[in-house]
């Protein structure tokens, strides 16, 4: 009303949203991120711990399907390892006392033990922290992947075992070794995965065709290392056609 010489009315209006709409509102924000905040740690917490275990499952798989077999004076085995700068979270996803039934996730000590690290991750996938190094990144749906992830938090890698009992991790040696060199872990961790797969050498009521088809196999290896390639297969209980 231009002819009003009070803005009553609009304060009026004010003060109801202010003192009751505002504080309505931010009860129901609040509700809603807790619920968002529990639901996160039901749920995605809980699945990145079990994704964890089923890997270290297989790992342990992998190195049962290769126990015994030698690839001239080496043996193998797969590693996983919890990477550096992500270790406290994996620390958390595993924490033993919570796999014993101590605790679970949605208790008190779980909580204040790991305040720290469910807020952070909270932060980073819901964008929500501020001064979070993740922030304003250009495709949030690439860090949220990031960061539900369980490979993110873990590394993968295959250690060589000689006769001495010496061992080296491939990742550390990879650049340093020949192309024959650097195909002989290509070929362990196939026909460690096909001997997992097909269950070679432990199920034996299963006599079925059990395929694996090369291209251009052992290209890069000189004769020696065919050979042995060929024996490995045999530890396998591959036919080699």
Known sequence: ?????TNEIYDDAWL???ENKLPEYLMRIEDTRKK???Q?????LSRLENNIRDAETQINGLNTAIKGCFFGEE????KIIPRPEYKRYYDMFVDPMKMDGGYNLFSEQFNLKYKEEIAELFAIITNEDSDSKYRGQS????RVQMFTDFRTYL?????????????QRLSKTMGKKSGGETQTPFYIAVLASFAQLYRTGRDKTQNTARLIIFDEAFSKMDGERIVRSIQLLRQFN???I
């Open 238 to 240: 591959f036919q080699v």
């Open 155 to 167: 590394t993968f890698d295959l250690e060589s075992i000689n006769r001495e009992g010496e061992s």
């Open 40 to 44: 996160f740690r039901e749920d995605f």
């Open 16 to 18: 109801e949203l202010s």
């Open 75 to 78: 043996s193998f085995r797969f």
């Open 139 to 142: 495709d949030y749906d690439k």
């Open 36 to 38: 968002a905040y529990e």
């Open 1 to 5: 009303d231009v002819k009003s010489e």
